[in-house]
Nanobody, 113 residues
C-alpha cells in the first residue's frame, strides 16, 4: 500500500500564495489534489500523471499549478492569488496502477479576507 506524506498548507490572506507537497512511498501512475470545504463534497483540484498530463479544475485554472517530481515521487501544488473560497481541507491522492486510490491525511488551507 502506498503511503502519502503531505506538507504545506496553513493560513494566508486573500491574494497570497501557498505550496502543498505530497510524497509517495513509491512511484505511482498519477497523483493529485482534492479539497473539501465544510458542508460540501470533496472536489477535484488538479491531477497529474507520471507522463505529465494534467487536469485542473476550472475554479483554480490560471491560479494553481500542479507539478510532479518523478525522481522523488512528489507532487506539488503551487497556489497563487488565493481566495477565501479556496478555504478547505486539501487531500493528496495517488492512483496505483489503476488498481486503487490512496489518500493522504489532509492539510488545512485557510484564506482570510
Amino acid at each position: 500500500q502506498v503511503q502519502l506524506v503531505e506538507s504545506g498548507g496553513g493560513l494566508v490572506q486573500a491574494g497570497g500564495s501557498l505550496r502543498l507537497s505530497c510524497a509517495a512511498s513509491f512511484r505511482v501512475d498519477a497523483m493529485g489534489w482534492y479539497r473539501q470545504a465544510p458542508g460540501k463534497q470533496r472536489e477535484l483540484v488538479a491531477t497529474i500523471t507520471s507522463g505529465g498530463s494534467t487536469n485542473v479544475a476550472d475554479s483554480v485554472k490560471g491560479r494553481f499549478t500542479i507539478s510532479l517530481d518523478n525522481t522523488k515521487n512528489t507532487v506539488h501544488l503551487q497556489m497563487n492569488s488565493l481566495k477565501p473560497e479556496d478555504t478547505a481541507v486539501y487531500y493528496c491522492n495517488a492512483n496505483v496502477g489503476g488498481l486503487y486510490n490512496a489518500w493522504g491525511q489532509g492539510t488545512q488551507v485557510t484564506v482570510s479576507e
